[in-house]
Protein backbone atom coordinates (compact mmCIF):
# COMPACT_ATOMS: atom_id res chain seq x y z
CA UNK A 1 0.00 0.00 0.00
CA UNK A 2 1.59 3.45 -1.17
CA UNK A 3 2.34 5.61 2.07
CA UNK A 4 3.96 9.12 2.63
CA UNK A 5 6.00 9.31 4.88
CA UNK A 6 5.94 11.88 8.25
CA UNK A 7 9.49 12.45 10.24
CA UNK A 8 10.75 15.41 12.53
CA UNK A 9 8.32 14.96 15.56
CA UNK A 10 9.66 14.98 19.21
CA UNK A 11 9.77 16.22 22.11
CA UNK A 12 10.03 20.19 22.13
CA UNK A 13 10.30 22.97 25.14
CA UNK A 14 6.66 25.64 24.58
CA UNK A 15 7.78 28.54 22.48
CA UNK A 16 10.23 25.99 20.63
CA UNK A 17 10.09 24.97 16.81
CA UNK A 18 10.14 22.02 14.82
CA UNK A 19 10.14 21.41 11.06
CA UNK A 20 8.14 18.33 10.03
CA UNK A 21 8.44 16.40 6.75
CA UNK A 22 6.32 14.58 4.32
CA UNK A 23 8.17 12.56 1.42
CA UNK A 24 7.79 9.76 -0.63
CA UNK A 25 9.63 7.28 -2.31
CA UNK A 26 6.73 5.87 -4.61
CA UNK A 27 4.58 9.08 -4.72
CA UNK A 28 4.84 12.19 -6.91
CA UNK A 29 3.95 14.73 -4.07
CA UNK A 30 3.70 17.16 -6.75
CA UNK A 31 1.16 15.61 -8.14
CA UNK A 32 -1.36 16.25 -5.16
CA UNK A 33 -2.18 18.77 -2.73
CA UNK A 34 -0.76 18.24 0.71
CA UNK A 35 -2.39 18.10 3.63
CA UNK A 36 -0.97 18.16 7.62
CA UNK A 37 -3.37 16.68 10.06
CA UNK A 38 -3.24 16.69 13.70
CA UNK A 39 -4.98 13.82 15.83
CA UNK A 40 -5.02 14.22 19.62
CA UNK A 41 -6.29 10.97 21.90
CA UNK A 42 -10.34 11.84 22.35
CA UNK A 43 -10.90 14.19 19.53
CA UNK A 44 -11.43 14.13 16.22
CA UNK A 45 -8.55 14.67 13.41
CA UNK A 46 -8.07 18.30 12.10
CA UNK A 47 -6.50 19.84 9.42
CA UNK A 48 -3.11 22.33 10.05
CA UNK A 49 -2.47 23.16 6.99
CA UNK A 50 -2.33 22.46 3.32
CA UNK A 51 -0.58 22.74 0.28
CA UNK A 52 -2.42 23.31 -3.08
CA UNK A 53 -0.61 21.42 -6.63
CA UNK A 54 -0.02 24.54 -8.45
CA UNK A 55 1.06 28.13 -7.43
CA UNK A 56 1.65 26.88 -4.22
CA UNK A 57 -1.82 27.85 -2.55
CA UNK A 58 -1.66 27.66 0.97
CA UNK A 59 -4.34 26.86 3.96
CA UNK A 60 -3.93 27.27 7.76
CA UNK A 61 -5.81 26.14 10.37
CA UNK A 62 -6.97 29.44 12.89
CA UNK A 63 -5.26 28.15 16.04
CA UNK A 64 -1.87 27.82 13.42
CA UNK A 65 -1.89 30.96 11.18
CA UNK A 66 0.96 33.05 11.87
CA UNK A 67 3.02 30.26 13.58
CA UNK A 68 3.18 27.40 10.91
CA UNK A 69 4.43 27.44 7.32
CA UNK A 70 3.58 24.63 4.97
CA UNK A 71 5.97 24.53 1.43
CA UNK A 72 7.02 22.08 -0.82
CA UNK A 73 10.02 21.16 -2.57
CA UNK A 74 9.85 19.42 -6.00
CA UNK A 75 13.52 18.50 -6.08
CA UNK A 76 13.37 16.43 -3.22
CA UNK A 77 9.82 15.65 -3.88
CA UNK A 78 8.83 16.28 0.15
CA UNK A 79 6.37 18.77 1.84
CA UNK A 80 7.32 20.43 4.85
CA UNK A 81 5.15 21.98 8.35
CA UNK A 82 7.69 24.70 10.32
CA UNK A 83 5.89 24.84 13.09
CA UNK A 84 6.83 27.71 15.21
CA UNK A 85 5.87 29.16 19.07
CA UNK A 86 4.71 25.77 19.54
CA UNK A 87 2.66 25.81 22.77
CA UNK A 88 0.87 22.00 24.23
CA UNK A 89 -2.09 22.84 22.40
CA UNK A 90 0.20 22.02 19.49
CA UNK A 91 0.63 18.43 20.62
CA UNK A 92 -0.36 15.69 18.51
CA UNK A 93 0.02 12.74 15.64
CA UNK A 94 1.01 14.73 13.15
CA UNK A 95 -0.39 13.42 9.74
CA UNK A 96 0.40 13.89 5.69
CA UNK A 97 -1.89 12.95 3.14
CA UNK A 98 -2.62 13.72 -0.68
CA UNK A 99 -5.13 14.74 -2.13
CA UNK A 100 -6.69 16.35 -5.95
CA UNK A 101 -7.09 19.93 -4.03
CA UNK A 102 -6.64 20.96 -0.70
CA UNK A 103 -10.50 21.26 -0.32
CA UNK A 104 -11.29 17.68 -0.71
CA UNK A 105 -13.19 15.39 1.25
CA UNK A 106 -11.13 12.50 0.32
CA UNK A 107 -7.09 12.50 1.14
CA UNK A 108 -5.10 9.33 0.63
CA UNK A 109 -1.31 7.72 0.73
CA UNK A 110 -1.93 8.32 4.51
CA UNK A 111 1.34 7.84 6.44
CA UNK A 112 2.07 6.57 10.02
CA UNK A 113 2.30 9.84 11.46
CA UNK A 114 5.04 11.65 13.83
CA UNK A 115 4.27 12.12 17.21
CA UNK A 116 4.95 15.98 18.28
CA UNK A 117 4.94 16.80 22.25
CA UNK A 118 4.95 20.15 23.65
CA UNK A 119 6.24 20.26 27.10
CA UNK A 120 8.18 22.14 30.05
Known amino acids: QLQLVESGGGLVQPGGSLRLSCASS????????IGWFRQVPGREREVVSCIGKTAGRTTYADSVKGRFTISRNRTKNAVYLQMGSLTPDDTGLYSC?????????????WGQGTQVIVSS
Open 97 to 109: AAASHCFSDYFGY
Open 26 to 33: EVTLAAYA
